[in-house]
T-cell receptor, first 115, second 117 residues
Framework: DQQVKQNSPSLSVQEGRISILNCDYTNSMFDYFLWYKKYPAEGPTFLISISSIKDKNEDGRFTVFLNKSAKHLSLHIVPSQPGDSAVYFCAASFHSGGGADGLTFGKGTHLIIQP | GAGVSQSPSNKVTEKGKDVELRCDPISGHTALYWYRQSLGQGLEFLIYFQGNSAPDKSGLPSDRFSAERTGGSVSTLTIQRTQQEDSAVYLC???????????????FGPGTRLLVL
């Protein structure tokens, strides 16, 4: 049973346009969400995060939106650049007792930026 | 280097053999995590350590899998009697756990690609 779902295995966007990557989750206990970016043969690289007390977090070209009622989050990249071509993973966690927890990941979306 | 390092980067083994995978976390990071990514799948959480102890072993897929961490630093993941379905990329991550919530971003190593023939 997948608790974090990325329903688009791939997404193709023209350079300069906005890329929107979507993620849905089923566990209402999740209260911290992250996006990671992964290039081939490398480990995932942290991109941006958001806690459940917020509905938006912005960092340069990257913005993450959280809709708790819909259990949905999205990552917006604008403008998209060729170096953004990678696999993007959505991840979620919840804190029980304030300790660290393993992240629950989606299967990833392969973003392809076309020149 | 300042990042998480893992060794070996690639490992090919025969079915039934034991393998050991190593992770060197970022200096000062008290939490360490192991994940694996099978072909076409997302990252699957295996185990995490807080210091040398592993309060959460729920993700280990079978009793052939074990992990230890000594000195609050290096960790090894051991897979005994490997099976072909163990073939995957094994990723290690570390984080600086603080009292305050929402500050536990995990930083990943490059992974070990394991192929069981």
């Amino acid at each position: 049973d997948q608790q974090v779902k990325q329903n688009s295995p791939s997404l193709s966007v023209q350079e300069g346009r906005i890329s929107i990557l979507n993620c849905d989750y089923t566990n209402s206990m999740f209260d911290y969400f992250l996006w990671y970016k992964k290039y081939p043969a490398e480990g995932p690289t942290f991109l941006i995060s958001i806690s459940s007390i917020k509905d938006k977090n912005e960092d340069g070209r990257f913005t993450v939106f959280l809709n708790k009622s819909a259990k949905h989050l999205s990552l917006h990249i604008v403008p998209s650049q060729p170096g953004d071509s990678a696999v993007y993973f959505c991840a979620a966690s919840f804190h029980s007792g304030g300790g660290a927890d393993g992240l629950t990941f989606g299967k990833g979306t392969h973003l392809i930026i076309q020149p | 280097g300042a990042g998480v390092s893992q060794s070996p980067s690639n490992k090919v083994t025969e079915k039934g053999k034991d393998v050991e995978l190593r992770c060197d976390p970022i200096s000062g990071h008290t939490a360490l995590y192991w994940y694996r990514q099978s072909l076409g799948q997302g990252l699957e959480f295996l185990i995490y350590f807080q210091g040398n102890s592993a309060p959460d072993k729920s993700g280990l897929p079978s009793d052939r899998f074990s992990a230890e961490r000594t000195g609050g630093s290096v960790s090894t993941l051991t897979i005994q009697r490997t099976q072909q379905e163990d073939s995957a990329v094994y990723l290690c991550a570390s984080s600086l756990v603080r009292q305050k919530r929402y500050q536990e971003t995990q930083y990943f190593g490059p992974g070990t690609r394991l192929l069981v023939l």
